[in-house]
């Protein structure tokens, strides 16, 4: 009886190794899922990107008799580099201010436009014009809690005891171009040394491509635990 209950049954033997066997496929199954994840999404992407665009000369050079695949994309690439060249000078933006002018004395479209017109320039390259002018930290939405967002602008307080500088810092939730606006003192926001590009990258990828270490470009003043909330925000 005692050498019967210490043996192993042969049914029990191919149950826990076939549970093993379906727990190394799936582990690997979803390892090799992780891994072609991006891979097919930025290849399918890509490819719809590229046919998108070729689709706007290709046409043209169909007409031609001129059959290339790529070349209507290659050309809409010199197209899109070519009309920055013209927007940078000033005959260029002479002309895109009397067209954007118009489009603003539309009802409808001029909603639309200028939506998207802000979304394009929080991204843009130039710093002259750019929405979001710096990464920025802040305390939210209490003491030891800190926020991801962006410096929009400026703007000064006039009080009774003396002017104080305040920063708009805009902060995302669930997409890029919708979140909270914070007025925060200048002083206690954390400037943190990354671009642009970097914080939205970091928001796109909801925190995932967060560096390991963050060096503040201006380190601020730590605050007691006894300051209240509203003095904070």
Same mark, same amino acid.
Not at 175 to 192: A, C, K, T
């Given at each position: ?5 210490? !043996?192993? @049954? ?16 799936? !582990? !690997? ?40 695949? +790529? ?6 690439? /010199? ?53 979001? !002018? ?51 003192? @200048?002083?206690? /926001? ?8 970097? +914080? ?14 963050? @060096?503040? /470009? ?12 509203? @003095?904070?925000?």
């Amino acid at each position: 009886m005692l050498f019967a209950l210490g !043996k192993t @049954s042969p049914n029990s033997l191919d149950l826990a190794c076939y549970a093993v066997l379906q727990s190394w496929v799936s !582990k !690997k199954f979803m390892t090799g899922c992780v891994v072609l994840f991006p891979v097919v999404v930025t290849f399918l992407f890509t490819w719809w990107f590229i046919q998108f665009v070729d689709g706007f000369f290709s046409p043209i050079y169909a007409n031609l008799g001129v059959n290339i695949f +790529g070349l209507g994309f290659v050309t809409s690439l /010199i197209f899109i580099f070519f009309i920055g060249i013209f927007a940078s000078s000033w005959v260029g933006a002479t002309v895109f201010w009397i067209g954007e002018w118009f489009i603003k004395r539309m009802p409808f479209v001029k909603h639309i436009y200028s939506s998207l017109k802000q979304i394009s320039t929080a991204i843009s390259p130039d710093q002259n014009t750019t929405a979001f !002018k710096e990464v920025a930290i802040i305390r939210h939405p209490r003491i030891g809690e800190y926020a991801f967002g962006f410096i929009t602008s400026s703007v000064i307080l006039q009080r009774d005891d003396g002017d104080v500088e305040l920063c708009s810092v805009y902060v995302p939730t669930n997409h890029l171009y919708i979140g909270d606006i914070f007025m925060v003192n @200048s002083e206690e /926001i954390i400037r943190p040394n990354l671009s642009i590009q970097e +914080g939205i990258e970091i928001i796109v990828s909801v925190g995932m491509a967060m560096p390991l270490v963050i @060096s503040p /470009i201006e380190r601020i003043n730590p605050l007691s635990d006894d300051i209240p909330l509203d @003095s904070i925000i």
